[in-house]
């Protein structure tokens, strides 16, 4: 019932008797029937008028959905409709290359050990802390620069820690003691413990829905990329006596190694400036406009039209950005204080319910992930040279474990005090590296194909599983072929788990708290390392069974632990 029909039934015609014939003519109250039919004649006026702009109103909805118009979206809807095209693989390409950088920075030290030990008069335990003082910069870097990020935006922060991250790798090459060394590898690790955090925020902020698991996968296999990348340089460039020596100075081939591993973090600091500011991020800074034409910018690079035919003209926000929003717009003058305000607010409150309980299960799980993951990791090199020294003492034994090699490497060999420091390292350590790392590209593929299908706890659950197996039976081998298959095997299935629960730990914060979040999650993979690396360095020497086992129970324990996060896989970013 229209309005008009409930006002005419409410006026003073309303009791009048109708005594009209058929064709509108002859009532015995004729000045009421007139004013009864100029009312009449009015609603149908009315009506007939509601009924013009009630038509217009859906030919006009019509025209725009042909067209593809929907005038008001939120970030998912908006992201969505600017397509799936070239600015994607841009983007992914080079976010790509930061994870590429990052993984060379981290995995070249395991590399240069057996070159450098010499040089900088090193031993088992030296070693490990070498491999672990960039996981100690790391952790001090990843809080800050995450929460830095939340606060002043993704893009600005990983230009500047791309260039600091080149500028340590290059002093470091330079450095002619332990020391020195040692302190330019932390400032490294600072750098680089904003990255990881950082370019995974920015990267699953791009995405829609539909396709993130997938593309956080695929730029997780960089990782890998990386990794082949450092192996084959190793193998190309230290084992050569390319390099000079004086008296005072020295820059041989791990030097040069490490110069040439610092070429990409130069790259991308170029390559960062041509990307735009994370939309998600500036819809919680409530910059709308500014989202809205990066929106626009990415149809235009995707689809080749116009932007003025992008159908988004206003982007909505619900009542959880809507609170955010009026936080954000609190009067805080200087913006230093009003950083360190955010700061300390995105901390107090990944540590509040209902966050709280992801904050403690990522950092969980990230802790005994990565005390497996570059506990072993950053060792293989070294446990391949350790057999190889082996074989050469000793050409007519054709079985030994990992056990064995190593007391005679400590006792007797290398490592022990009548030992001789050799920097030779056979061309064949590298190969099997390249080999081991190499072995995580097919898994790399089985991830991005299935991570939007399978889901993300599947992957971790099975990744875990599997590559505590592996560590367990690197006890049981017998010889150097099938250490280096059981290896291979461990790299596989550990970059699976890698790539889910980079996806995983990423979707499960909220847009404001998730650089924040992802810093705080890898705070814990560095101490994981550090840890990992050090206890065992100590126990591969000491008490050699212990290392393989502790590894396959914490991979293990911690995998299961992602069953309590609630399911991210194809869901809105929160």
Not at 71 to 89: N, R
Not at 252 to 281: D, H, Q, T
Request: net charge neutral.
């Amino acid at each position: 019932m229209v309005e008009s029909e409930t006002d005419s039934k409410n006026s003073k015609y309303t009791n009048v008797k109708d005594d009209r014939v058929a064709n509108g003519v002859g009532s015995n109250e004729y000045p009421n029937t007139v004013s009864s039919e100029k009312a009449s004649k009015a609603d149908h006026i009315h009506q007939t008028g509601l009924q013009i702009v009630a038509s217009k109103q859906d030919k006009a909805a019509s025209l725009d959905a042909e067209r593809g118009y929907t005038s008001k979206a939120d970030f998912e809807q908006a992201i969505e409709l600017t397509g799936y095209g070239k600015f994607h693989y841009i983007l992914l390409a080079i976010c790509g290359l930061v994870s590429t950088s990052e993984e060379m920075d981290v995995i070249s030290m395991s590399f240069i050990l057996p070159s450098a030990q010499c040089d900088l008069d090193l031993n088992t335990q030296t070693k490990g802390w070498l491999n672990s003082i960039i996981f100690i910069g790391m952790m001090v870097g990843a809080y800050a620069w995450g929460s830095v990020a939340d606060s002043l935006g993704r893009k600005k922060v990983l230009i500047v820690i791309s260039i600091m991250n080149a500028i340590c790798i290059v002093a470091s090459s330079f450095s002619q003691s332990y020391e020195v060394f040692m302190v330019f590898r932390f400032l490294n690790g600072a750098a680089l413990g904003g990255s990881g955090p950082v370019i995974w925020s920015y990267f699953a902020e791009f995405q829609p829905k539909a396709k993130r698991g997938s593309m956080l996968s695929f730029m997780a296999a960089f990782w890998t990329i990386g990794n082949l990348l450092v192996a084959g340089l190793a193998w190309l460039i230290i084992p050569t006596n390319i390099g000079f020596h004086t008296p005072a100075f020295t820059f041989n081939s791990w030097r040069i190694f490490l110069m040439v591993c610092s070429i990409p973090s130069f790259v991308v600091a170029g390559l960062l400036l041509y990307l735009p500011e994370s939309p998600k991020f500036l819809l919680s800074q409530g910059k709308f406009e500014e989202a809205l034409a990066i929106f626009r910018g990415i149809y235009v690079t995707n689809t080749g039209k116009s932007a003025d035919l992008y159908p988004v003209k206003e982007l909505l926000i619900d009542e959880q950005l809507r609170n955010e929003l009026a936080d954000v717009k609190k009067p805080i003058k200087n913006k230093y204080k009003r950083m360190l305000h955010d700061i300390m607010d995105n901390s107090k409150q990944l540590f509040m319910s209902p966050i709280l309980k992801f904050t403690t299960i990522s950092i969980t799980i990230n802790f005994t992930f990565h005390i497996g993951y570059y506990g072993l990791m950053m060792w293989f090199p070294e446990l391949f040279n350790r057999f190889d020294e082996f074989i050469r003492a000793h050409p007519d034994i054709e079985e030994a474990g990992v056990c064995q090699v190593t007391d005679y490497v400590v006792g007797h060999g290398s490592h022990g005090e009548s030992g001789v420091c050799s920097a030779t390292i056979p061309s064949t350590v590298f190969l099997e590296s390249l080999i081991t790392v190499a072995a995580a590209l097919p898994a790399n593929v089985i991830a991005v194909l299935g991570m939007d299908k399978l889901g993300r706890k599947f992957f971790l659950v099975f990744s875990t599983m599997s590559a505590g197996f592996c560590s367990a039976s690197m006890y049981f081998v017998t010889n150097k072929n099938q250490n280096l298959a059981v290896s291979a095997i461990f790299s596989g299935v550990i970059s699976m788990g890698n790539a889910s629960l980079d996806c995983l730990i990423t979707e499960v914060f909220p847009t404001n708290l998730r650089a924040t979040g992802v810093a705080i999650s890898m705070v814990a993979a560095r101490l994981g390392g550090i840890i990992g690396n050090v206890v065992i360095a100590t126990l591969l020497d000491m008490y050699c069974p212990a290392p393989t086992f502790i590894v396959a129970v914490l991979l293990a324990g911690g995998g299961l632990m992602c069953l309590f996060l609630p399911n991210t896989t194809k869901t809105d970013l929160n």
